[in-house]
């Protein structure tokens, strides 16, 4: 087996990359993010749908909330055994944490009397997603600590598969 360690960090560099690079990210500034152009009428949007509203062809693409679209499919593939399912119920719950937050939409600091206050909240979500990213890496780790050769290796296929799919062009 090799060492996963490597592998994790590559992952959560990547993860890191593009949350930072993503539109979600830039909302509020010029030139970046929002919710595209304002409706018909020209009056600006009072608010933003929620993340899993939003084309994947505007959202950046993550692997970690790729990887939790396609649980239910990797459980069958893996083969998940009675005494693995504790370790992989941990691990759906760490991913569906980590999808729940999703930067918020800049349509929550649009109009705040205080903006230092505006940024000091984004910088809070920030370290909240981040924790949220540590958590879910650490439950994949110990989910793959649990697996037999057989199961790692179609994990990591799997894992390798997104993150290529999900790597910037």
Not at 32 to 50: D, F, I, L
Not at 125 to 140: F, M, N, W
């Amino acid at each position: 087996m090799s060492d996963p360690l490597p592998f994790r960090l590559r992952l959560l560099a990547f993860v890191l990359a593009a949350a930072a690079a993503s539109p979600a990210g830039a909302q509020g500034f010029p030139g970046g993010g929002g919710n595209g152009p304002p409706p018909a009428g020209g009056m600006p949007r009072r608010g933003a749908p929620p993340a899993a509203a939003i084309p994947r062809e505007s959202a950046a693409p993550d692997p970690l909330v790729r990887l939790f679209e396609q649980l239910r499919e990797l459980r069958s593939d893996l083969l998940i055994r009675e005494d693995q399912a504790d370790t992989w119920t941990a691990l759906r719950d760490a991913l569906r944490a980590y999808v729940d937050t999703a930067p918020a939409s800049a349509a929550a600091g649009v109009g705040r009397a205080d903006p230092r206050r505006s940024l000091r909240d984004r910088a809070t979500q920030a370290r909240e997603r981040a924790d949220a990213l540590e958590h879910a890496v650490d439950r994949l780790d110990a989910l793959a600590a649990l697996l037999d050769a057989d199961q790692r290796r179609r994990l990591d296929a799997r894992l390798d598969a997104i993150v290529q799919a999900t790597a910037p062009r």
